[in-house]
């Protein structure tokens, strides 16, 4: 597969192929103890190879939190770097979450990172917070469209302190986050059959009949499961873009763990009742 495949490409056919859903890495501290492993490098790396051989041949994205390996330094980083290059040798697209935003040459530092094609956290998307101007976005959009990757721009986060910022009106009448729609939208104009940048909307989020999600690329969708979100909330929520919604899964499948085999299953278990709502909408 070429890397130079755009990433909204890839990502539609891996959704169509084997639904939608993401699985999150989120190996914090509670989770390892939870798993019966130590708070080391050692219980990380355990914790997060295991999830990947788990469920990495089977589902459509997996979203690393960049968080939980930076807390251990350089030997975190590390495993990261592992983790990601083994989840793509499987067949699963990354998404790499950093939610990193800057300007100049340090949100093109932060590119360099994560979108260029040889290095060595290269994933196939990353987040990022659009939160200095959209327009500091512009070194990661340019490194993404060259490298065949994808950004996920924080819009309408699910947080209760995000709407502050995300739901406050501008003076032309539109919301900070609407904004932040708009802006994708015609990043994706014309692309087929997916755009490559896509936004971060919550499921938990509430009623967004007042917000055009129709920005011709993916929403990526965290608060299915333990936040309290359902497969049949996702209807409500997305109405007309759901079939372009990426539901995140975290706490819900990891909790399974540490057997391989219960891994599986909750993922194909979160996995079947998201493909039967979208095939019901």
């Known amino acids: ?64 939190q960049s968080a939980f390996f930076e807390r251990f330094g350089s030997r975190g980083v590390a495993v990261l770097e592992t983790v990601v290059r083994e989840a793509r040798v499987a067949g699963t697209l990354v998404v790499m979450d950093a939610k990193r935003g800057d300007i100049g040459s340090t949100m093109a530092g932060y590119a360099e990172a994560y979108l260029h094609k040889d290095a060595p956290l290269f994933s196939d998307a990353l987040t990022v917070s659009p939160y200095l101007g959209y327009g500091s976005l512009g070194p990661a959009v340019g490194l993404a469209r060259e490298n065949g990757a994808g950004l996920f721009v924080l819009a309408l986060t699910s947080n209760p302190e995000g709407g502050e910022v995300q739901h406050a009106m501008r003076a032309d009448g539109r919301t900070v986050g609407a904004t932040m729609l708009a802006h994708l939208a015609a990043e994706n104009a014309g692309e087929q059959p997916l755009g490559s940048f896509g936004a971060v909307v919550g499921a938990t989020v ?3 009949a007042s917000y055009d999600l129709d920005v011709n690329g993916p929403l990526l969708a965290p608060g299915v499961g333990a936040q309290g979100a359902t497969a049949a909330d996702l209807p409500r929520v997305f109405g007309p873009a759901l079939r372009n919604v990426v539901p995140n899964v975290s706490r819900g499948v990891l909790r399974q ?7 599986r299953d909750a993922a194909r278990r979160f996995a079947d009742e998201i493909r039967d709502v979208v095939a019901d909408a």
């Open 206 to 208: 509430g009623d967004l």
């Open 1 to 64: 597969m070429s890397p130079l495949e755009p990433f909204g490409a890839r990502l539609r056919r891996a959704m169509d192929e084997r639904g939608p859903l993401c699985v999150g890495i989120d190996p914090h501290a509670s989770l390892l103890v939870e798993w019966g492993l130590n708070d080391d490098v050692a219980g990380l790396e355990r914790f997060s190879r295991t999830v990947v051989e788990a469920v990495a041949d089977r589902v459509a994205v997996m979203k690393p």
């Open 257 to 263: 763990g540490p057997d391989p085999v219960a891994l």
